[in-house]
């Protein structure tokens, strides 16, 4: 018999942490820290519905497998034996929670029901069982009604709430009403008196709107939760972030039915988060929140202020109120007790929920914590120092998306130091944003989309603001505590974030925010520090953050891990500079043709073009002399930043007519340079006109046709590397021919090589200058013929954009009119030109490299295409066996740590 439910409780479970896919993160969480013997915490006993019935659910018109109902009230049994309680009992209740669980955290996405079991019948009981605390229990059926109209009643049950306002909403009305007719501040006020006033009306009103009685029977309720669970996991929030995050809808929910206990029976009762270390800064320190006489929801929904669990958790916001180690000490020390053993048997930061009923402490869930990218980084290293773990885990404890955090901007401090923050509130997202403020979801999607830097600020955000939060720079919210909705989910998506900023005013309907007498209205301006959690007006200069010395130190660990190279392209010598900064070793593309571009370009791009336009051999000789000096300069340059490290210089490769010029005075001066007419110029330049440029005369065709281009080029690059040698450096250059299909044309272009190294030698009275002769691959036919083209080359750099571009027969200038409507419609997993597709591109690379060291064992591979920078097309890389990727200076760390995980993970 398939077994569809998974128990745990009484220091035993039926599954662990392994079953994540089946019984969702928190189900096999629960297992974990219930039953393994290293843990055998103090868990609600409970169980958990596998996600295999959420497939199941949705395959069969929203029903359930016929085995379920049996293995439901069988589990439900054992959980009543171990407390000695039972569900819907009138003596001596039992209450249950049905929560939600994907196999990936999706926070606040799906729905929970708690105080389950709730009824007419069982009320009386369940006051006798918590010392006659009646207020209590009406305060939990307010709870139970509010939530399971809305959840299960409403959502699940398909009704559209009329005037947009939800049966949830009106109930939160009715009790605002009490409230305000007897003068309360706040729920606590609530008697049990009014309480029960309350929970009458709340059913007359469940009933004129739904048209249902609220039901009374516990098991009914039970699988009411259950259903609301499955539905919500097609709800409109969850399917939103699934499309964010990536995933796939057929992983399904779990559903998790754990006894309650309550953190809200009295002054003795609590509950709270808490992580094992810093989320914020990763240091090794507890760091925790709590509130006294509460439920959990109290805590996350950042109505209450809560609490520090401890002195090193406290801050400007909470630092008069008592931690939870002074008013609660011995707790807190098995608390503590259980968070070193969690991150013991863990080896990682826990993120843990946990509740107090009358003095015991109970543990709710735990896993690992979410962390934004320098605290990952922090704790990788900090682990690695205490033994907890290896530096194969510390190299995958990073992502490559929370390393790129740790090269985002930061404010420029001896700026920062002059400015009086307008607010202080929660630092909790890192790293700095300037923008514009907008203040609902809505406005900053669509603010966001006309190209505005936008900031969300929000009294607090709920996961409907996930779209908003996603276009933002930054979020700002003035209520909640660092365990947030907002600082939740900033912080997995490493966004700058401020939340609990609690002087700020905030109008959402009037789009204005005040603080300290001023306003700010839509569209102003504001700077965050979510490092700090600092709030400047206007915009701040920002630095980037590439000397941070705990990156550095990562990057070193990464460096003895990885077996793939990582060079970079760069074009300038400034460039070539800071990607050594970056840890590249080398460059992987030298693109000749960006000398012509930019700064101080104006008199190579006139003998270029003089060039270009020469028609006969005279003429061109002639130009090609009078731009030499020009490009052995910046090649020599370039050489000279990258001493000791090879340098891949391509010879010219873009269609020509691209540097044609188009302004009539410069026509006219290259007409005058050249001794013939404007006309007869025009005519030339007319001449050069293709229809298909990409695959017309560009690249090594080029170098066929004008010989002395080429022999050019070399001369430039093998003079500037005759000269840094008898200067006493070490030039590694690695000349390149691009756009090629046979291997004809390389022996045509390296007769021309040879040729020139010859009168080289003899020139510089050399008996040997090391260089290497290679090409791009980039065209599929030379993936094929590879085993030919090995024949004559020392390297192979693959071209991943062309090859990509003639591989697909996309025009990669054009894509934007097509490819987001094939990734939209499925028709494309991705981009490929953003990630390599292995599929069909990834196996002609394959095919090339194969072919090619057959020939040639020896043969070095590398890839320059915009794909080298992009975590999962390095992985790809390391895996076929390139000896390096090279990209974009930026890029370099993100690809050291992704070559270092591809070891990891291939082992
Ligand atoms: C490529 O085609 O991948 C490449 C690196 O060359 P370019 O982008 O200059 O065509
Ligand atoms: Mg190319």
């Known amino acids: 018999m398939a077994k569809y439910v998974y128990f745990f409780g009484g220091g035993k479970a039926d599954g662990n942490e392994s079953m994540k896919g089946l019984l969702g993160g928190k189900g096999a969480n629960l297992a974990e820290m219930a039953g393994h013997p290293e843990l055998r915490l103090p868990v609600p006993p409970g169980f958990t519905i596998t996600t295999e019935v959420c497939t199941y659910y949705y395959a ?18 054992k959980v009543e034996e171990i407390l000695g309680r039972k569900f819907g009992d009138p003596q001596n209740p039992l209450l249950v929670s049905v929560r939600s669980g994907a196999r990936k955290s999706m926070p606040g996405m799906m729905e929970t029901v708690l105080n389950v079991g709730l009824t007419e ?97 516990p098991l009914e309720q039970l699988w009411g939760g259950i259903g609301a669970v499955f539905a919500s996991w097609n709800g409109k929030r969850a399917v939103a972030y699934r499309r964010i995050e990536g995933i796939p809808d057929d992983w399904g929910t779990a559903v998790t039915v754990q006894v309650m206990v309550f953190g809200n029976m009295g002054e003795d009762c609590a509950t709270g988060v808490a992580f094992s270390r810093n989320p914020g800064s990763g240091e090794n320190g507890f760091y925790g929140e709590y509130l006294v006489n509460a439920q959990g929801e109290d805590v996350v929904a950042g109505i209450r202020t809560p609490a520090p669990i401890n002195e090193y958790s406290t801050s400007e ?59 990952a980084v922090r704790m990788a290293l900090d682990m690695l120092n205490e033994g907890l773990i290896n530096k194969e885990m510390a190299v995958l404890r990073v992502t490559p998306a929370q390393l790129d955090e740790l090269l985002h901007p930061i404010i420029d401090f001896s700026v920062e130091k002059d400015h009086t923050p307008l607010a202080k509130g929660l630092p909790a997202g890192p790293g700095a944003a300037s923008g514009v403020i907008v203040f609902s979801s809505n406005d900053a ?10 900031i969300l600020v929000r009294e607090e955000t709920n996961p409907e603001d996930v779209d908003g939060m996603r276009s933002s720079q930054a979020i700002l919210t003035a209520r909640g505590g660092m365990t947030s909705h907002a600082a939740l989910v900033a912080r997995g998506w490493g966004k700058c974030c401020i939340v609990g900023c609690s002087a700020l005013e ?15 209205k839509e569209g102003d301006i504001l700077t965050l520090n979510g490092t700090k959690g600092y709030v400047y007006e206007g915009t701040l200069p920002m630095i980037d953050a590439t000397e941070n010395p705990d990156l550095v130190k990562f990057l070193k660990i990464c ?32 693109r000749t043709e960006h000398m012509f571009y930019g700064e101080g370009s104006d008199e190579p791009l006139f003998y270029l073009r003089k060039m270009i336009m020469s028609k006969t051999k005279e003429e061109r000789q002639k130009a090609v002399d009078e731009l030499f000096p020009y490009v052995k300069k910046d090649i020599k340059a ?43 110029l025009e005519k030339r330049a007319g001449d050069l006109h293709e229809s298909n440029p990409m695959m017309g005369h560009r690249g090594v065709r080029l170098g066929v046709t004008y010989p002395e281009v080429t022999k050019m080029q070399v001369r430039a690059i093998l003079e500037a590397a005759a000269e840094l040698l008898k200067e006493g450096k070490k030039p590694y250059p690695e000349i390149m021919v691009p756009v090629v299909c046979d291997v004809n044309e390389l022996k045509n272009q390296k007769v021309l090589v040879e040729e020139v190294y010859a009168e080289l030698l003899k020139k510089f009275n050399l008996e040997k200058l090391e260089y290497l002769y290679g090409t791009m691959i980039e065209i599929p036919r030379a993936c094929l013929v590879a085993d ?58 394959k095919i090339g490299i194969e072919r090619g060291r057959k020939t040639k064992p020896s043969l070095e591979v590398g890839i320059c295409g915009e794909h080298g920078g992009e975590p999962n097309s390095v992985k790809f890389c390391h895996r076929v066996g390139m000896n390096y990727v090279s990209c974009s200076p930026f890029r370099v760390p993100i690809a050291r740590l992704a070559a270092a995980q591809a070891v990891v993970e291939q082992e």
């Not at 939530?147 to 009715?174: C, F, N, T």
């Not at 109008?507 to 001023?518: H, R």
């Open 559 to 590: 460096d003895s891990v990885r077996r793939l190279g990582v060079r970079t392209n760069a074009d300038t010598p400034a460039d070539a500079r800071r990607a050594r900064q970056f840890g590249a070793e080398g460059i992987g593309l030298f």
């Open 317 to 375: 916001h909470n630092k008069d109120l008592t931690t939870l180690q002074k008013g609660m000490p011995v707790l807190y020390k098995e608390l503590e007790d259980y968070r070193t053993r969690l991150e013991k048997h863990y080896h990682d930061m826990q993120d843990i929920e946990f509740t107090i009923e009358k003095n015991r402490l109970f543990m709710l869930q735990c896993r690992v914590g979410k962390r934004n990218g320098p605290a």
């Open 60 to 77: 069969n018109k929203r029903s359930y497998p016929a085995e379920l109902k049996e293995q439901v009230e069988t589990a439900l049994t």
């Open 788 to 845: 030919k083209i090995a024949e004559v080359t020392e390297f192979f750099s693959y071209g991943t954009n062309d090859l990509t571009q003639m591989g697909y027969g996309f025009s990669r200038d054009d894509i934007g009119g097509f490819v987001p409507d094939y990734i939209e419609k499925k028709i494309l997993p991705a981009d490929p030109f953003q990630t390599i597709d292995q599929l069909g591109i990834g196996e002609l690379i």
């Open 638 to 680: 370039t050489l000279e930043a990258m001493d000791g490290y090879p340098v891949v210089i391509r010879l010219l490769d873009p269609p020509l007519h691209e540097f044609v010029p188009r302004k009539k005075e410069k026509l006219e001066q290259l007409a005058k340079d050249l001794g013939i007419s404007l006309e007869e």
């Open 445 to 454: 999607v669509e603010w966001a989309k006309a190209g505005k830097k936008v």
């Open 506 to 520: 905030i109008n959402a309907g009037k789009k204005t925010l005040s603080v300290n007498g001023k306003t700010y």
């Open 121 to 217: 019948k069982t009320i009386p009981g369940l006051i006798k069982k918590s010392g006659a605390n009646e207020r209590f229990v009406y305060d939990a059926y307010r709870r139970l009604i509010m939530m399971y109209s809305d959840v299960v009643m409403e959502k699940a049950g398909g009704i559209e709430p009329k005037d947009e306002e939800g049966i949830r909403r009106q109930l939160e009305r009715l009790m605002d009403s009490v409230k305000k007719a007897k003068k309360y501040s706040s729920d606590t006020e609530l008697t049990t008196a009014d309480l029960k006033e309350l929970c009458g009306a709340f059913k007359r009103q469940i009933k004129k709107v739904l048209g249902k009685d609220f039901p009374d029977d």
